[in-house]
């Protein structure tokens, strides 16, 4: 998918993106929330490496997405093993979580 422009340290060009979203929202909505894929040599904890894809690199889960994809160029690449979904939805809760307050 083609997300240009972007700004400052947000993903840009044409790479390869997961979606994340329900099935029902994106249809409803046309609508999608996406994590995009990196090659980085970084590590972190909500920087999640592909396991048995024919795609490599890690799914970045700090820099969501919620794209019409629709309205963008993109091509369909593959359908990921259902487990690697659940740990990116797993993981991907710590960016929802509501803060602490501080005493």
């Known amino acids: 998918m083609n997300l240009d422009p972007k700004q400052g340290y947000e993903q840009q060009g044409y790479r390869s993106y997961i979606c994340l979203s329900y099935h029902g929202v994106s249809d409803y909505a046309n609508i999608a929330v996406f ?3 990196s090659n980085t040599e970084r590590n972190y904890p909500l920087y999640v490496p592909l396991k048995d894809t024919k795609s490599s690199g890690k799914v ?8 019409n994809y629709n309205a963008r160029k993109y091509s369909y ?6 487990k690697l ?10 960016i ?3 803060n602490e307050k501080i005493k």
């Open 60 to 67: 970045l889960l700090d820099q969501l997405v919620t794209i």
């Open 77 to 82: 690449v593959e359908s990921v093993p259902e």
């Open 85 to 94: 979904i659940d740990e990116l939805l797993v993981k991907v809760k710590v």
């Open 96 to 98: 929802f979580q509501k």
């Open 35 to 37: 994590a995009p894929i």
